[in-house]
């Protein structure tokens, strides 16, 4: 049990444990797992996006991997976490571990992942070490057009 590749927790197990949530990494392509390591790594943005299912619709990936491509952002600086269901977030966990400099809502309501504070749709809110953006949901976005301008507008000030 020397190699830490027998140490890999597979879908199936990660599934059962976070059956209510899940993270994406987007960095954990095949060209970058050579690259990662146990330790922490910072991440620049933490995205929270509400959804039902486990996985979000081709049209909402590609429109969420638009606007992140759009802010030149790269998978390595990026963790997606789907939240589906209606309890907290363990958000303190994940700025420990990720130390995340800004953190995107979409559909998800600042106090859902355990936020004190409470901000309205396209502010740019600073709390602790981070910069947090309060955005409509994806389906939103996807069927609205001035919705999509407004979140253009805060997101050219929150990554100038």
């Avoid at 197990?13 to 209510?20: G, R, S, Y």
């Avoid at 993270?23 to 929270?48: C, G, M, W």
């Avoid at 400099?101 to 600073?126: E, R, S, T, Y």
Wanted: a negative charge; glycine letters at 2%; one cysteine or more.
């Amino acid at each position: 049990m020397g190699s830490t590749e027998n140490n890999i927790l597979h879908n199936d197990v990660l599934t059962a444990l976070f059956k209510n949530s899940f993270l994406v990494d987007l960095s954990a392509t095949q060209e970058n797992k050579e690259e990662q390591s146990d330790e922490p790594r910072q991440i620049e943005v933490l995205v929270f996006h509400h959804h039902a299912q486990k996985e979000l619709p081709s049209s909402q990936l590609a429109l969420l991997e638009a606007i992140l491509n759009a802010c030149k952002l790269n998978t390595t600086q990026v963790m997606i976490y789907s939240k589906n269901d209606t309890h907290a977030t363990p958000l303190n966990a994940l700025l420990e571990k990720y130390q995340p400099q800004k953190i995107i809502l979409f559909g998800v309501d600042p106090a859902a992942i355990g936020l004190p504070i409470h901000f309205p749709v396209f502010q740019i809110q600073q709390y602790q070490q981070a910069q947090y953006l309060h955005a409509p949901s994806l389906t939103d976005l996807e069927n609205e057009k001035q919705l999509k301008i407004q979140l253009w507008q805060k997101l050219k000030l929150l990554f100038p």
